[in-house]
């Protein structure tokens, strides 16, 4: 018969140590990711910072009730969040909610009227001529000012792109060719609105986008202001590149800034808006069979189609930066293509686009003809104080509900009250990181519902940590030692904790999917918890009471380790005493 082997382990034991530095070492890497994002606290939502929070509902034009998807949505997303940035406010979160709802949270210090003002009207498209084109970033002190000799260096984004007919060879961007000259064309484009003065060919061919031959002493007065503003304008600067195209008509010249390819600010003076976005029937990015490059695709109306046509046989016998047209939405130029030949219904813009550059651009050009519009479902304003009271009032909740927990673990569960506390912090240091690292990296905000949902989350953990204590016990109280016990009182308990668990994950889930808002943070608060309340269980609750057993204090039943083997009722084995038989009498 075969000698057992030293040292096999009863089932159920496994490496406890293994687990436990496993979870050990996770939590030390969030925590050191934590410190090195620079970011140690949770953001704060609205309710408990202090801001503003407008709730968007999208209606679709009749006739078309598809136009609500979930493409144009993102559309909007990204229409909007530029105009909340160019209000100045960094850390404002645009996203989506549902399948036709967009929140818009802006921190406190921002003007409520005018983000309310900015986020609920139409964005305003429009195609205008470019007159003059220079660098929109402070010059470094003491370089030299440009010059007029030009320079191989190209600006890609506005001015190396180029529009094509549709069936036309698009032209790379990146050759380099002499209108894509920063310097060149600051020089060149600074005579084009004093040309505006003389009834010259060049000025009058483009009677759109330039002023009339014959200029009154006021225009020449309006021409000398914006020549000015033009000069002091520096696009680095998001105040001044926001209010640069303020109160600006379509009808008039105007003052822009966009970033070419490299990321470089340049700024424009454009001409009257030629063609309307919402002229615009389709615009999409491909990809040149030809070239195997990417290109946008623009689709115009018949209307549309006239008036650009008009515009770019204007454009195109224009020198260099007048033969260009910039793309501008919301008072920013998102690109300046230019122009070698008259364009009609169908247009491409080619350059050195990425598939995400000129997705962008293309949504961008879209949303000009978007059949879609907002309206304000709801607005809520909470001060800075407000949000203080409303956080403090959850900490002292949380608080209060914690101490009752331990209290309770403690009276009833005596020693193993500790594991059950030491669980609850490891929880609680997962949970307080994942919150922390989440913020920057998908912009998850801790709002009032989200503090509501932590609290509730203690009782679901202490809840797991009962179940397993109470299995170990019944084992306990049919007659086994303490190890053995935890060994089979396991599995019997992960059923239990698993199916507890996946009701309550299963329940936040639903919650988060069918709620918009800010009941949403109180459903992903409580998702999240209840994954690392298995986690924790499995990792660390489990593996720890299963070292501890086998010390002597629990091992041996210690009237205060909560295994105490008379509290748990159990009753010694009744043993049979020895059946005595009387000795028969002697005879004498």
Not at 331 to 357: C, D, N, R, Y
């Given at each position: 018969m075969?000698?057992?082997k030293?040292g096999?382990?009863?089932?159920?034991?496994?490496?406890?140590?293994?687990?436990?530095?496993?979870i050990?070492?996770?939590l030390?890497?969030?925590?050191?990711?934590?410190?090195?994002?620079g970011?140690?606290?949770?953001?704060?939502?609205i309710?408990?910072?202090?801001?503003?929070?407008?709730?968007?509902?999208?209606?679709?034009?009749?006739g078309?009730?598809?136009?609500?998807?979930?493409?144009?949505?993102?559309?909007?997303?990204?229409?909007?969040?530029r105009?909340?940035n160019?209000?100045?406010?960094?850390?404002a979160?645009?996203?989506t909610?549902?399948?036709?709802?967009?929140?818009?949270?802006i921190?406190?210090?921002?003007n409520?009227?005018?983000?309310?003002?900015?986020?609920?009207?139409?964005?305003?498209l429009?195609?205008?001529p470019v007159?003059?084109?220079?660098?929109?970033?402070?010059?470094?002190?003491?370089?030299?000012?440009?010059?007029?000799?030009?320079s191989?260096?190209?600006?890609?984004q506005?001015d190396?792109d180029?529009?094509?007919?549709?069936?036309?060879?698009?032209?790379?961007?990146?050759?380099?060719e002499?209108?894509?000259t920063?310097?060149?064309?600051?020089?060149?484009?600074?005579?084009?609105?004093?040309?505006d003065?003389?009834?010259?060919p060049?000025?009058?061919?483009?009677?759109?986008a330039?002023?009339?031959?014959?200029?009154?002493?006021?225009?020449?007065?309006?021409?000398?202001?914006?020549?000015?503003?033009?000069?002091?304008?520096?696009?680095?600067?998001t105040?001044e590149?926001?209010a640069?195209?303020?109160?600006?008509?379509?009808?008039?010249?105007?003052?822009?800034?966009?970033?070419n390819?490299?990321?470089?600010?340049?700024?424009?003076?454009?001409?009257?808006?030629?063609?309307?976005?919402?002229e615009i029937?389709?615009?999409?990015?491909?990809?040149?069979?030809?070239?195997?490059?990417?290109?946008?695709?623009?689709?115009?109306?018949?209307k549309?189609?006239?008036?650009?046509?008009?515009?770019?046989?204007?454009?195109?016998?224009?020198?260099?930066?007048?033969?260009?047209?910039?793309?501008?939405?919301?008072?920013?130029?998102?690109?300046?293509?230019?122009v070698?030949?008259?364009?009609?219904?169908s247009?491409?813009?080619?350059?050195?686009?990425?598939?995400?550059?000129?997705?962008?651009?293309a949504?961008?050009l879209?949303?000009?003809?978007?059949?879609?519009?907002?309206?304000?479902?709801?607005?809520?304003?909470?001060?800075?104080?407000?949000?203080?009271?409303?956080?403090?009032?959850?900490?002292?909740?949380?608080?209060?509900?914690?101490?009752?927990?331990?209290?309770y673990?403690?009276?009833?569960?005596?020693?193993?009250?500790?594991?059950?506390i030491?669980?609850l912090?490891?929880?609680?240091?997962?949970t307080?990181?994942?919150?922390?690292?989440?913020?920057?990296?998908?912009?998850?905000?801790?709002?009032?519902?989200?503090?509501?949902?932590?609290?509730?989350?203690?009782?679901?953990?202490?809840?797991?940590?009962?179940?397993?204590?109470?299995?170990?016990?019944?084992?306990?109280?049919?007659g086994r030692?303490?190890?053995?016990?935890?060994?089979?009182?396991?599995?019997?308990?992960?059923?239990?904790?698993?199916?507890?668990?996946?009701v309550?994950?299963?329940?936040?889930?639903?919650?988060?999917?069918?709620?918009?808002?800010?009941?949403?943070?109180?459903?992903?608060?409580?998702?999240?918890?209840?994954?690392?309340?298995?986690?924790?269980?499995?990792?660390?609750?489990?593996?720890?009471?299963t070292?501890?057993?086998?010390?002597?204090?629990?091992?041996?039943?210690h009237?205060w380790?909560?295994?105490?083997?008379?509290?748990?009722?159990?009753?010694?084995?009744?043993?049979?005493?020895?059946?005595?038989?009387p000795?028969?009498?002697?005879e004498?």
């Amino acid at each position: 018969m075969a000698a057992p082997k030293k040292g096999r382990r009863q089932p159920g034991q496994g490496r406890p140590g293994r687990a436990l530095a496993l979870i050990l070492i996770a939590l030390v890497a969030l925590t050191g990711g934590m410190f090195l994002s620079g970011h140690t606290t949770p953001r704060l939502g609205i309710d408990l910072a202090g801001g503003t929070s407008i709730t968007l509902q999208a209606r679709s034009e009749p006739g078309q009730e598809s136009a609500v998807n979930q493409t144009n949505m993102n559309t909007a997303v990204g229409i909007i969040e530029r105009r909340v940035n160019g209000l100045g406010v960094s850390e404002a979160e645009v996203q989506t909610q549902g399948t036709d709802h967009i929140i818009v949270n802006i921190p406190k210090g921002t003007n409520e009227k005018q983000a309310r003002e900015q986020v609920g009207t139409t964005a305003q498209l429009f195609f205008r001529p470019v007159l003059q084109l220079a660098s929109g970033e402070p010059a470094p002190e003491g370089s030299p000012s440009p010059s007029a000799s030009g320079s191989p260096d190209t600006a890609e984004q506005g001015d190396g792109d180029e529009a094509t007919e549709g069936g036309d060879k698009a032209t790379d961007g990146k050759s380099g060719e002499p209108e894509a000259t920063p310097t060149t064309q600051g020089r060149a484009a600074s005579g084009a609105l004093k040309a505006d003065a003389t009834p010259s060919p060049s000025a009058s061919a483009d009677g759109k986008a330039d002023p009339t031959p014959s200029p009154s002493a006021s225009e020449d007065e309006g021409d000398a202001a914006l020549m000015k503003k033009f000069e002091a304008l520096t696009c680095t600067d998001t105040k001044e590149r926001t209010a640069a195209a303020e109160g600006t008509k379509p009808s008039e010249p105007m003052v822009g800034c966009g970033q070419n390819s490299a990321g470089q600010w340049e700024k424009y003076i454009l001409g009257p808006a030629a063609v309307a976005g919402t002229e615009i029937d389709d615009a999409s990015a491909v990809i040149d069979e030809r070239t195997g490059q990417w290109i946008v695709t623009m689709d115009f109306s018949s209307k549309g189609a006239d008036a650009f046509s008009k515009i770019t046989s204007e454009l195109k016998t224009q020198q260099p930066p007048m033969n260009q047209f910039g793309i501008v939405l919301d008072g920013e130029v998102v690109s300046a293509p230019s122009v070698q030949t008259t364009l009609s219904k169908s247009a491409q813009i080619s350059g050195s686009f990425t598939q995400e550059s000129s997705q962008e651009l293309a949504n961008m050009l879209s949303y000009g003809a978007l059949p879609l519009s907002f309206v304000e479902e709801s607005v809520t304003s909470v001060t800075a104080a407000l949000g203080g009271e409303q956080l403090e009032a959850g900490l002292i909740a949380g608080g209060i509900g914690l101490i009752l927990v331990i209290v309770y673990l403690v009276v009833y569960y005596r020693g193993l009250s500790l594991i059950a506390i030491i669980s609850l912090l490891m929880s609680a240091a997962l949970t307080y990181t994942i919150m922390v690292l989440l913020g920057p990296a998908i912009g998850f905000a801790l709002n009032l519902p989200a503090v509501c949902g932590a609290i509730v989350a203690i009782g679901i953990t202490a809840d797991s940590f009962i179940v397993f204590f109470e299995r170990v016990r019944d084992e306990i109280r049919e007659g086994r030692s303490l190890q053995p016990a935890v060994a089979r009182g396991w599995p019997r308990a992960r059923r239990t904790i698993l199916v507890s668990d996946f009701v309550s994950f299963l329940s936040a889930a639903v919650l988060f999917v069918v709620t918009v808002g800010k009941v949403q943070g109180f459903a992903f608060t409580l998702g999240l918890t209840t994954l690392l309340d298995v986690v924790v269980v499995w990792f660390f609750t489990k593996p720890l009471l299963t070292i501890l057993a086998r010390k002597k204090f629990f091992a041996s039943g210690h009237p205060w380790s909560g295994l105490d083997p008379k509290r748990l009722g159990v009753k010694p084995p009744l043993r049979r005493a020895r059946r005595t038989v009387p000795a028969d009498p002697k005879e004498a």
